[in-house]
């Protein structure tokens, strides 16, 4: 499965924004996907992910009440809401797919090429 992430973009602090990730080549439903986030000089950390049916949610600490994880399989398609956002929020987020119901970070298989968020004061 292919993966494209976008919406990323620039926003003041406080702000929101919506970031996608569209799948190509099969069905999204099959699969877990989460969102990671690497800032520049940093580790990539996990953000978020979703059940492929939607019953099971997880979410970093940091985002936690802010960010809202969600999928239409019809469309192929997860997206991650984020509200409140911070200037620690700025990074590359970039979303991945697991066959596994509830995988840790290293059980993703495909990845997307990452979209930007900068978040200003």
């Known amino acids: 499965v292919q993966l494209q992430a976008s919406g990323g973009g620039l926003v003041q602090a406080g702000g929101s924004l919506r970031v996608s990730c569209e799948a190509s080549?099969?069905?999204?439903?099959?699969?877990?996907v989460g969102w990671f986030r690497q800032a520049s000089g940093k580790e990539r950390e996990f953000v978020a992910t979703?059940?492929?049916?939607?019953?099971?949610?997880v979410y970093a600490d940091s985002v936690k009440g802010r960010f809202t994880i969600s999928r239409d399989n019809a469309k192929n398609t997860v997206y991650l809401q984020m509200n409140s956002l911070k200037l620690e929020d700025t990074a590359v987020y970039y979303c991945?797919?697991?066959?596994?119901?509830?995988?840790?970070?290293?059980?993703?298989?495909?990845w997307g090429q990452g979209t930007l968020v900068t978040v200003s004061s």
């Open positions: 991945a797919a697991s066959p596994q119901s509830l995988p840790d970070a290293g059980g993703y298989d495909y």
């Open positions: 080549g099969r069905t999204l439903r099959d699969y877990t």
């Open positions: 979703i059940s492929w049916a939607a019953t099971l949610k």
